[in-house]
């Protein structure tokens, strides 16, 4: 613990060096002084306002908005531009979505996990959604744990389209956590998700609640459209 603690407090040290010799630029529009400015932030908080994205707890599924505008470009900016200080921002915004969502930290899930970027994404530093699952479970208070490996499709080298539409392979590792929340940095296919979730299910997991920061906006009328017809359901 003293050990984690030191590294910690060097790491936040060398990362004050450093925005003070090179301050970081915004994910979304470029500008100086933080990894999302000011007025992205506010863009982005008017569009979250504007998109409804109502995923009930009982659907074991939160995203915190469409994948569209700010969002989109900030998101981008930290998959494809290195913005490793938008994914601390992006983990924020799903942990307090999760507890908008009414998910109880310890009782309805007892550890995070995430989904693994393929290797040319890792290759180029870091991994977005273990970024983002690190930084919610430092704010859920919950252990992160890595419970996947991203297994090589054969088929994404033939035949482009396959591994997003069936989803890539994974491979679960055992793991004491049988309830655990699953990040993803965008829904779109939904294949994706649906091969991790199985993958930890075959290691023995029992109950999954995936959470990304953004899905498509088919994937968001999906989610609207199956919230209500289980409200009519029950009425």
Request: proline share 5%; glycine share 10%; net charge positive.
């Amino acid at each position: 613990m003293v050990i984690h603690n030191l590294f910690q407090f060097c790491r936040g040290a060398l990362t004050q060096v450093v925005d003070a010799v090179c301050p970081p630029t915004c994910a979304a529009c470029g500008r100086a002084g933080a990894e999302v400015c000011r007025l992205c932030r506010c863009s982005m908080i008017e569009q979250l306002r504007s998109v409804s994205t109502v995923t009930p707890f009982e659907t074991n599924r939160t995203i915190v908005g469409e994948f569209s505008g700010c969002l989109r470009d900030v998101v981008n900016g930290m998959k494809f531009k290195k913005h490793r200080g938008a994914a601390n921002y992006l983990g924020g915004l799903l942990s307090r979505r999760i507890i908008g969502d009414g998910l109880v930290p310890g009782v309805d899930v007892h550890a995070v996990t995430w989904v693994p970027a393929p290797a040319p994404r890792r290759k180029r530093g870091f991994d977005p959604s273990e970024l983002m699952a690190r930084m919610v479970g430092a704010q859920l208070g919950l252990p992160v744990v890595r419970t996947l490996v991203r297994a090589d499709s054969g088929e994404r080298k033939t035949r482009g389209g396959v591994e997003r539409w069936n989803g890539p392979g994974f491979r679960g590792r055992r793991t004491p956590y049988f309830r655990v929340l699953l990040i993803d940095d965008v829904v779109t296919t939904g294949a994706t998700l649906a091969a991790a979730s199985g993958a930890l299910r075959t290691a023995g997991v029992s109950h999954i609640h995936v959470a990304a920061v953004a899905a498509t906006p088919k994937r968001v009328a999906e989610g609207r459209e199956a919230t209500s017809e289980r409200y009519r359901s029950a009425a």
